[in-house]
T-cell receptor
């Protein structure tokens, strides 16, 4: 079955450490996105990538970094510069092709907790 | 700034009744809107979408209405079932990016 896999499902980080969240898709989608969700709030865009080897900052990129070396992979690193990293992180992908192909698919998320 | 938002954070519905979830948006340039359902600990699931050149779209037990005059979006769920209990988000698309509202938590009473 095609889909998006996020790992791990739960992640604990000590203050001052960098951690990397994995996002892999086998949907052959061109675009990939990372969102952050805090309790009782909607999703906020961290970074997105429309094609391989290219990515753009979203609304809350500070303290995060990404790479897009392969079409199917879009890992997110939460750096020690992110002051409040505890949240639920969601990865999404979208088939390209312009306005008629929105087709967003979401992963099941990674819950990051700073201990 | 412009954003998408929902009118009410919570909605309690009797099983079998119809549910109406509302959303107000302010970005008149948005050309596409999506409703998502999110269950606890999971990612959002697509429910239904609508383009800005449409007023109404129906799916299985769900209907989305778009009123561009007042920038209002609603999701109607017919014959609400216990499995419909979740958080519902409206989202708008602008420049291929999704912007989400805060969500409405729907609780179905037996």
């Amino acid at each position: 079955d095609g889909g998006i896999t996020q790992s791990p499902k739960y992640l604990f980080r000590k203050e001052g450490q960098n951690v990397t969240l994995s996002c892999e898709q086998n949907l052959n989608h061109d675009a990939m996105y990372w969102y952050r969700q805090d309790p009782g709030q909607g999703l906020r865009l961290i970074y997105y990538s429309q094609i391989v080897n290219d990515f753009q900052k979203g609304d809350i990129a500070e303290g995060y970094s990404v790479s897009r070396e392969k079409k199917e992979s879009f890992p997110l690193t939460v750096t020690s510069a992110q002051k409040n990293p505890t949240a639920f992180y969601l990865c999404a992908s979208r088939r390209g092709g312009g306005l008629t192909n929105y087709g967003y698919t979401f992963g099941s998320g990674t819950r990051l907790t700073v201990v | 700034g412009e954003s998408v938002g929902l009118h009410l954070p919570t909605l309690s519905v009797q099983e079998g009744d119809n549910s109406i979830i509302n959303c107000a948006y302010s970005n008149s340039a948005s050309d596409y809107f999506i409703w998502y359902k999110q269950e606890s600990g999971k990612g959002p699931q697509f429910i239904i979408d609508i383009r800005s050149n449409m007023d109404k779209r129906q799916g299985q037990r769900v209907t989305v209405l778009l009123n561009k005059t007042v920038k209002h979006l609603s999701l109607q769920i017919a014959a609400t079932q216990p499995g419909d209990s979740a958080v519902y988000f409206c989202a708008e698309i602008n420049d291929y990016k999704l912007s989400f509202g805060a969500g409405t938590t729907v609780t179905v009473r037996a």
